[in-house]
């Protein structure tokens, strides 16, 4: 079957064409679909990435790279529900 690769984002931090321009941030278009979180600052997007995936019954395997301040926090998420973890090296 086709894989599906859900992006959840905040709204209003990233460059989506003829809707919300002005943003620097742009769709990974590698996406097969966009879910958008209600927000300005990443981080917004975490409980409903989480949510998501919980509703859709997905399963789900968390990639870290680069890390951040909400990192930790996915990462927690992610332990709590058993999802498997990949950490790219060197990646940030």
Do not use: D
């Amino acid at each position: 079957g086709k894989t599906t690769y859900i992006g959840v984002c905040p709204f209003n931090s990233v460059n989506i064409p003829k809707i919300n321009e002005n943003k620097k941030v742009r769709l990974e278009w590698n996406h097969t679909h966009f879910v958008f979180a209600k927000g300005s600052n990443w981080g917004a997007e975490t409980i409903v990435m989480i949510q998501l995936a919980h509703y859709l019954k997905l399963p789900v395997i968390c990639f870290v790279t680069n890390g951040g301040k909400n990192t930790l926090s996915e990462l927690k998420h992610a332990l709590k529900k058993n999802w498997p973890i990949v950490a790219l090296e060197g990646s940030g």
